[in-house]
């Protein structure tokens, strides 16, 4: 049973590769607050120019911090054995038609199928998300 919680991991991971996932949203929240909140300082400290200028500053930063993203695969990394077991249980759940010798196997058998993909996909992003919202 444990390859098969292997395969299914490695069919994820090409899953989020494949579809360019990755928590783009936490950096987004980050870089609007910190632009946000730098336009406040700036503006209670300078007046009306201070909006600008701090504004400015914090879109600066906010974009010298935008190469931080992590990908799906090291959000997966991050989950539990129980929350990554949960996981590879509903996979494996909607790949129980196929029969796979090893994760290439299981990948190809996936990628051919445009169904079993679109419900892998969808799967994989409400565990993603429910994580990133934890």
Same mark, same amino acid.
Request: aromatic share 6%; proline share 3%; glycine share 10%.
């Given at each position: ?5 292997? /395969? ?14 990755? /928590? &783009?949203?936490? $950096? ?7 632009? @946000?909140?730098? =336009? ?13 200028? @701090? ?24 989950? %539990? ?9 509903? &996979?494996? =759940?909607?790949?129980?038609?196929? /029969?796979?010798? /090893? =994760? ?8 051919? $199928?445009? %169904?079993?993909?679109?419900? &892998?996909?969808?799967?994989? $992003?409400?565990?993603?998300? $429910?994580?990133?919202?934890?």
């Amino acid at each position: 049973m444990p390859s098969r919680v292997d /395969d299914v991991m490695k069919l994820l991971n090409r899953v989020a590769e494949e579809r360019g996932m990755m /928590d &783009v949203w936490t $950096n987004c929240r980050r870089g609007a607050l910190l632009t @946000g909140g730098s =336009a406040v300082v700036g503006g209670l400290l300078i007046g009306p120019p201070g909006f600008v200028v @701090g504004a400015l500053v914090g879109g600066l930063l906010s974009w010298r911090k935008s190469g931080e993203f992590k990908t799906a695969y090291q959000i997966l990394l991050e989950f %539990t054995a129980t929350e990554r077991q949960k996981l590879c249980m509903e &996979v494996m =759940a909607i790949v129980t038609e196929f /029969d796979w010798n /090893d =994760a290439s196997d299981l990948i190809r058998l996936v990628m051919k $199928n445009p %169904t079993v993909l679109k419900e &892998v996909t969808g799967v994989l $992003n409400t565990h993603l998300s $429910n994580k990133l919202k934890a």
